[in-house]
C-alpha cells in the first residue's frame, strides 16, 4: 500500500465519523493503573469475535453493572466471558503487578482468561504498547500486498510519521466500514 492510498483511506475513515479513534491511538499511553487495565481486558474479551459496534453496547452495560455492583451475567449471557471477566475482576491488582514486572509482555496477556494469540495484540495496543493486532481484516489487507500486518503497518507508519498502533486502527476501521 502506498502512502497516499493509505492517508487517502485516513481521510475516508475521519469523514465516516471514526476520527477521535485516530486521535485516541495516536496518543495511546501505557496504562498506569490496574483499573484502567481492567476496562481495556474487559473490552478486548467482550469484542473477540463480535461486530465493534454491537461490543460497545455490550461494554458499557457491563461497565454500568460494574459499577453498581450487579451481577455481570445480567448484563452480559456469555457465561465463559463473563466468568473470565469475575476473574480478573478479583485478580486485578496481581495481575497488574505481574504484567508491569514483565516488561509488559504481550506474550504475559496471552495467559489471561479467553485472550488468545490474536488478542493479545489487541489488548498490548489497548494497553498503551505500539504494536498490531493481527486480525482476519489485516491478514487479508496485508496479504494484498504481499507482506504481513506487522510488516505493512511498520512500512506506513514509517512513511507517515502514525504509530503503528494508529496505523492498524485506521486500516482496521477502513476494512469495518467495507472500505478495503
Not at 498490548?124 to 491478514?139: E, I, M, Q, S, Y
Request: charged share 25%; with cysteine.
Amino acid at each position: 500500500m502506498k502512502e497516499v492510498e493509505f492517508l487517502a483511506l485516513r481521510q475516508k475513515v475521519i469523514d465516516a465519523g471514526y476520527g477521535d479513534e485516530i486521535v485516541w491511538a495516536e496518543s495511546c499511553q501505557i496504562v498506569d493503573s490496574p483499573e484502567a487495565f481492567l476496562r481495556e481486558y474487559i473490552w478486548v474479551v467482550i469484542s473477540s469475535g463480535i461486530k465493534n459496534q454491537v461490543a460497545g453496547i455490550i461494554y458499557r452495560r457491563v461497565i454500568k453493572a460494574m459499577d453498581y455492583g450487579a451481577p455481570l451475567i445480567e448484563a452480559f449471557k456469555h457465561k465463559g466471558k463473563v466468568e473470565a471477566i469475575n476473574q480478573v475482576i478479583k485478580q486485578i491488582q496481581g495481575i497488574y503487578q505481574e504484567w508491569k514486572q514483565s516488561k509488559y509482555s504481550i506474550d504475559y496477556l496471552a495467559s489471561l482468561p479467553f485472550i488468545g494469540n490474536i488478542t493479545k495484540y489487541h489488548l498490548a495496543r489497548n494497553l498503551g504498547l505500539d504494536c498490531v493486532k493481527p486480525d482476519r481484516h489485516l491478514v487479508r489487507i496485508s496479504q494484498n500486498y504481499c507482506t504481513t500486518p506487522n510488516e505493512l503497518c511498520k512500512k506506513l507508519s514509517w512513511a507517515t510519521g502514525y504509530r503503528i498502533g494508529t496505523v492498524d486502527v485506521i486500516l482496521w476501521r477502513a476494512a469495518n466500514l467495507g472500505m478495503v
